[in-house]
């Protein structure tokens, strides 16, 4: 299935539809252009099928799209305008909600953000994109740390949507300074608490070493692939920045991927830092890497933040246009561009 979002079955439905209403009605009024299938609508409830995200259908897929910047200081670039560019401009499959939980973010008002958490879910439900639910713990570093509240978001929210196709559950965005042992540890108890609410929802894990497969910390992924959670239906997470992480990280992606089941949750064209110049050319050898092994991806970050990774321009948000190249930075040039390609979404 390609980005047109038409199928063969929704095509004899309208034909079938249309027919009826022409041999039944003399003077028929024009018929509405239907409205075009969407990526949940056509993949549905995901699941992890060995290492790749399959659809409803049991097909292996690659899911493109972006991530918000903290929603505590960048909830002015999430609004209808926006979403509604992101999912019809950019035709992006996916949402990735970045929740901060310290840094000004939820455990200073927990009831607030899981509310705004609440609020975006449904906005990209009703746009028929996948909602990526990034409990985005970065300092301290360790997840464990934040495990008690961690449970009760995630209680809340699994709870509430559970019946949705279309909720992913990231539980640890970038763990650094903790071994893979408290990572897994962290997982083990986390990934029952939303199998409580939600049996089928995908569970996203970040590696160690900010999310690289231990290679920041000098480590590897041959943590993991020893050493794996003990669950069913999730994902290990990796970040990468284009312009920092080099052979190095992509030698360790590439060894990874035929192993253990990832999600590229965040990466950049620029430096680590998420500003400087960008690195096309070795972005571009990650996605097509990506997309020669079905590995989705989210691009940080969708904002007018002044550094080069935010893909709009400064002042922006504070208006109503995001449709177009003409309000994005570089890298927003080159990322809309790359999301806005022809899916594949097998069907059958």
Known sequence: MTRTRWTALAGSVLLAATTLISTTT?????????QAATPVAINGQ?????????NQYGKPIQLRGMSTHGIQWYSQCVKTASLDALANDWNAD????SMYIQEGG????????????HGYIEEATRRGMYALVDWHQLTPGDPNANLARAKTFFTEIADRHK????????????????????????????????RAKDSDGVVFVGTH???????????????????????????????????SHKT????????????????????????????????????????????????????????????????????????????GPSVLKPAGVWIRDRIRTPDDFPTS
């Open 248 to 323: 190095e990280y992509f030698n360790a992606l590439s060894r990874a991927a035929d192993k253990i089941p990832l999600f590229v949750t965040e990466f950049g064209t620029q430096t680590a830092s998420g500003d400087g110049g960008n690195d096309f050319t070795n972005s571009q050898k990650y996605l097509d890497f990506l997309a020669s092994k079905k590995i989705g991806w989210t691009n940080w970050n969708f904002s007018d933040d002044f550094r080069s990774g935010a893909v709009f321009k400064e002042g922006t948000c504070s208006g109503n246009n995001f449709t």
């Open 209 to 243: 070493g900010w999310a690289s497969l231990g290679i920041s910390d000098g480590r590897t992924e041959a943590d993991i692939v020893n050493n794996p959670i003990n669950a069913t239906n999730f994902m290990y997470t990796f970040h990468f920045y284009a312009a």
């Open 106 to 117: 939820y455990e200073t008002d927990p009831r607030r953000f899981t509310d705004m958490v």
């Open 163 to 194: 019946n949705k196709t279309n909720i992913i559950y990231d539980i640890a965005n970038e763990p650094n300074n903790v071994s893979w042992a408290g990572i897994k540890s962290y997982a083990e108890q986390m990934i029952p608490v939303i």
């Open 46 to 54: 995901l699941r992890v099928c060995g290492v790749k995200l399959c």
């Open 94 to 97: 996916v949402l990735r909600i």
């Open 26 to 34: 003399s003077s028929a009024a024009p018929q509405p252009e239907p």
